[in-house]
C-alpha cells in the first residue's frame, strides 16, 4: 500500500508540472485567433459510445472468460487501424443519408474499439483451468461476473483517455467536430485555460484508475 501511495504522489506531480506547462505557455500563436467553442454536440455521442461499449465488451469477456484473448478470429478484427474502419465506413455508407457525422463515428468508434477492449478484459481475467472450471459452468459464470465486476472501474478509469486520442482519427476521417479534434486543436492553438482543464480530466481519470489498482493489491 505504501508502493501504490508513492506512485500516487509522484504521478500527482507529474501531472502537476504538465498542468504548469500548459498555463505557462505564451498563448495563441496567431493572436487573431480565438480558442474554438467546445463541442458540446459531441458529448451526447460520447457519452452513448462509452456506455455502450462499457456494458458490451465486459459482456462478450464474461462470454468468452479468459481465453477468448486467444482467438484468432478476435486478433482478425483487432488487427485493422482506425482509420481503415473510417474509410471502409465512408466507402460503404447510403450516399442518401448524407454524411455519417456522429452516429456513423459512433458505429466506426465501437467496431474499432470493442475488439480491442475485450482482449484488455479477457487478459486480465484469472485462468479457470483447472479450478473453477472443475466445479461446473455456474460457478465459473459467476466467478466471471466476480472478476469483471472488479475490473469494470479500474479498466474505463484507464482506458478513457486512450479512447480520446484514438478517436481523433475517426473524427478528421469522418469530417466530425469531437473531442479529441477540440483537445488536438487547443494543443495548436496554445489555449492555456482549454489545455487546463483537459490536463485536470486527464488526471481525475488517471488518479482513478490508480486507486483502483491499490484496492486490488
Known amino acids: 500500500m505504501e508502493a501504490v501511495r508513492r506512485g500516487l504522489l509522484q504521478g500527482l506531480l507529474i501531472w502537476g508540472l504538465g498542468l504548469a506547462l500548459a498555463l505557462g505557455l505564451p498563448g495563441a500563436t496567431w493572436k487573431q485567433t480565438a480558442p474554438p467553442a467546445f463541442p458540446w454536440a459531441a458529448l451526447g455521442p460520447a457519452f452513448v459510445a462509452v456506455s455502450t461499449l462499457s456494458l458490451l465488451a465486459p459482456l462478450v469477456a464474461w462470454s468468452g472468460g479468459p481465453d477468448l484473448s486467444t482467438r484468432r478470429a478476435l486478433a482478425l478484427l483487432e488487427a485493422p487501424p482506425d ?32 475488439p480491442g477492449e475485450v482482449r484488455w478484459l479477457s487478459q486480465a481475467m ?16 459467476r466467478v466471471r461476473w466476480l472478476e469483471l465486476r472488479r475490473l469494470w ?26 473531442l479529441g479534434t477540440d483537445w488536438m486543436t487547443r494543443v495548436t492553438l496554445r489555449d492555456r485555460a482549454g489545455l487546463a482543464c483537459w490536463i485536470l480530466a ?3 481519470l488517471w488518479a482513478l484508475s490508480h486507486t483502483w489498482e491499490g484496492e486490488r493489491s
Open 83 to 114: 482509420l481503415l474502419w473510417g474509410a471502409l465506413l465512408l466507402a460503404l455508407w447510403p450516399t442518401a443519408l448524407g454524411p455519417p457525422g456522429l452516429g456513423g463515428w459512433l458505429v466506426a468508434f465501437l467496431t474499432a474499439a470493442l
Open 126 to 141: 484469472p485462468g479457470e483451468h483447472p479450478f473453477p472450471l472443475a466445479w461446473g459452468r455456474k460457478v465459473v459464470r
Open 202 to 204: 486527464l488526471t481525475l
Open 153 to 178: 472501474g479500474r479498466w474505463l478509469a484507464a482506458r478513457l483517455p486512450l479512447w480520446l486520442t484514438a478517436t481523433l482519427v475517426l473524427e478528421r476521417v469522418l469530417g466530425v467536430p469531437g
